[in-house]
């Protein structure tokens, strides 16, 4: 399920929106007394998020950073999380409007996107839920 969502110019580079991103992520309920769990206990990434800025923005948020290095690591390895990433983008691509941005104004796409997100979750919890 998506957790959380930020919008950026194509040009801009994935890594470069991740702090943004793990801030993006709402307050969760487990259903115990306290504070709501804010973040997730580690990140999976890829190999385009290898930058020791990366890992700091991760530890600085108490979250474990599980980012493949380059040159060292195999991508195969991150097999087993990846495909949780790339379903979550082909549900997405499921939104004709996402896949191609007509709108101009941000707000609106960012909108739309979140329209997208929501219905997703909605549809996990009708799965699991029933």
């Known amino acids: 399920m998506p957790l959380g969502l930020t919008l ?3 040009n801009c580079n994935d ?3 991740l702090a943004a991103t793990l801030d993006a992520i709402p307050g969760v309920r487990t259903g115990r007394r306290g504070r709501p769990r804010r973040r997730p206990d580690k990140v999976h990434a890829d190999k385009g998020y ?3 800025r990366c890992r700091c ?3 600085a948020r108490s979250i ?3 980012i493949a290095r380059r040159g060292i690591e195999s991508s195969e ?3 087993r999380y990846r495909w949780i990433v790339e379903r ?3 549900w997405l691509a499921r939104f004709h409007r996402l896949t191609i941005r007509y709108e ?3 707000d609106l796409h960012l909108a739309l996107t979140t329209l997208a997100c929501a219905l997703i979750c909605q549809a996990q919890a009708k799965r699991f839920c029933p």
């Open 57 to 59: 923005e991760c530890r």
């Open 77 to 79: 390895r991150l097999g």
């Open 104 to 106: 101009r104004r941000a």
């Open 64 to 66: 474990t950073p599980r």
């Open 8 to 10: 950026s110019g194509a």
């Open 50 to 52: 290898d930058h020791r």
């Open 15 to 17: 890594s470069r929106m």
């Open 88 to 90: 979550t983008l082909a």
